[in-house]
């Protein structure tokens, strides 16, 4: 029961309007959507900074998260690994397609979000204590991933950057704010603090003002 309704399809109806409410969309979006499918248009795609071989391919897909998760289409992991080696080589032309072309599979942009509860000791009959997980397609995984390892080595991020990113958490950014603390007290100086928590932060991201600033 989810505030007051019990019924399963007007609780997914319940969720879907919820989790729609709090996504940013705005003129600007839609002016950076304009921008962004112009620069998009006049891109030209060197696919020579791609290895599109097997060998390549199976190097990428065995780096992938194993989770057992289903995709939109069905698919999962496990698909791939106990299927033929073709599946492999076939995504690598898949992939040769879409850089080529410069076209994205629309199923690609499709995903099933499921609400997870937040606080268990809370209010489980309240939206609000409900955040959304996408589930996304898991060739439009394997296509990031096999992205991410031909230009890993130009994403660099900066090192206080702390969350989203490998052998790194909130561990490490705890130690380095008291550490950081530690040393302006010894000094007797003053320390400013300033805790910014933006709501909905991810869901407020305006996806095609950020691509843009990618591509520029």
């Excluded at 969350?163 to 000094?187: L, N, W």
């Excluded at 603090?193 to 991810?202: E, G, R, S, T």
């Amino acid at each position: 029961n989810i505030n007051g309704i019990s019924n399963p399809s007007d609780c997914a109806k319940e969720f879907a309007r919820h989790f729609s409410s709090v996504c940013s969309r705005s003129d600007l979006e839609d002016d950076s959507k304009r921008r962004y499918e112009r620069l998009l248009a006049e891109k030209v795609y060197d696919i020579s900074l791609f290895d599109f071989g097997y060998r390549n391919a199976l190097k990428v897909f065995d780096g992938m998260s194993q989770t057992l998760s289903t995709d939109p289409d069905g698919i999962c992991f496990k698909h791939i690994v106990h299927g033929p080696k073709r599946l492999i080589v076939l995504f690598g032309l898949l992939f040769r397609a879409i850089i080529t072309h410069g076209y994205c599979p629309m199923l690609w942009r499709d995903g099933i979000q499921l609400p997870l509860v937040k606080n268990r000791l809370g209010d489980i009959c309240s939206l609000d204590n409900y955040r959304d997980i996408t589930i996304s397609s898991f060739g439009s995984k394997f296509f990031e991933a096999f992205v991410f390892f031909h230009f890993s080595d130009v994403f660099a991020t900066d090192p206080l950057q702390f969350g989203y990113k490998a052998k790194s958490g909130a561990d490490m950014a705890f130690f380095t704010f008291y550490e950081a603390i530690a040393h302006f007290v010894k000094q007797n100086t003053p320390v400013y603090c300033c805790l910014l928590d933006v709501k909905k932060a991810f869901n407020s991201v305006q996806h095609y003002t950020l691509l843009c600033c990618l591509i520029d």
